[in-house]
């Protein structure tokens, strides 16, 4: 593997409402010398929230969720992406790939010993995490999803994603905290701001840049067939509860694409309905967490 990159921890001096002191794995099966910095709170044989961000944010994202989670007694579980927050972040932007990031997830779940999981997902913690319960279905017991989709080649893809995409590829160096303060008006200077802290330049957002590129668009795309397989799973095999949240303002991955989602999980419930939110649903967390937590109760 060519040069890796560590953000500067000086860079995560000012992180409003994000207490938490992140823990670090540098031998996961297949990936070892690449470290992954986690959140890991609440007591170790709780049962998990499992939470994963999506692009181009990181665990920063579920800073208003976490308390609430906190608050059932559970443990939860955050790591950011290899390219994404305190995780390292390889400079080669070929190294990342739909495949990279799936397998580090699930050398990350084993390697922890994680069981009892409720999946907490949203945009990529989506199109990654909702493909794996498949592989190990005996570690998951409860599903939280917000925007995001089930990536399967065999289902267009939106023209607002497509619109994203080249947005996205036409901005390499992309302003993090700009996107992010404008998708979520409410944020303050210094949390957007935070959003920026993992990039000190435009060597650091490789990760950033490939997401958009990796959705499988077709059939053949990489990934796709992982995602049919899931698909399936999810239509026949899921057992446990699930509780959808969607942030109504979201263009690209909003309530027609939820809702198509729903129908692929089975005895899904239907979807708690945010009108304020939007893409990034976890900045409306404060709402979205409670509602989330009693819904999986009922």
């Known amino acids: 593997m060519n040069e ?30 690449l470290a992954m910095s986690f959140l890991d709170e609440g007591p170790a044989t709780a049962p998990v929230f499992l939470c994963l961000h999506g692009e181009p944010t990181w665990s920063y994202l579920y800073r208003r969720m976490i308390p609430h989670f ?5 443990r939860v579980i955050a ?27 699930i050398a990350f779940i084993r390697a922890l010993d994680l069981t009892d999981i409720t999946l907490v997902v949203q945009d990529w913690g989506g199109l990654l995490g909702l493909t794996l319960p498949m592989e190990m279905p005996e570690r998951f017991a409860r599903l939280v999803v917000m925007n995001t989709i089930l990536p399967t080649g065999d289902v267009p ?18 302003a993090v905290g700009k996107l992010l303060a404008r998708t979520c008006p409410h944020l303050s200077p210094s949390e957007a701001a935070a959003y920026d802290a993992p990039y000190p330049d435009v060597r650091y957002k490789g ?19 992982v995602g049919r397989a899931a698909r399936e799973f999810w239509r026949n095999e899921w057992r446990g509860p699930s ?38 649903v976890q900045e409306w967390g404060e709402e979205v967490a409670p509602a989330a937590i009693a819904a999986l109760q009922h």
Not at 70 to 74: I, P, Q
Not at 249 to 271: A, K, N, Y
Request: charged share 25%.
């Open 207 to 225: 990760g950033v840049r490939q997401f958009p590129n990796l959705v499988p668009e077709f059939v053949d795309s990489k990934g796709a067939a």
């Open 70 to 74: 906190l608050a059932t007694g559970s």
């Open 79 to 105: 790591p950011d992406f290899f390219g994404f927050g305190r995780s390292d972040k390889p400079a080669d932007d070929a190294i990342y790939t739909f495949d990279f990031h799936r397998n580090s997830l």
């Open 157 to 174: 893809l939106t023209k607002g994603f497509l619109d994203w995409r080249a947005y996205a590829n036409g901005h390499p160096d992309m």
């Open 243 to 280: 509780v959808m949240a969607i942030g109504m303002t979201d263009p690209v991955l909003g309530p027609p694409v939820m809702r198509g989602l729903r129908r692929d999980i089975r005895g899904c419930p239907e979807p708690l309905e945010f009108v304020d939110a939007g893409h990034f």
């Open 4 to 33: 890796i990159l560590r953000t500067p921890e000086e860079r995560f001096a000012n992180l409003p409402g994000f207490p938490w002191s992140p823990r670090s794995i540098d031998d996961l099966v297949g990936f070892d010398g």
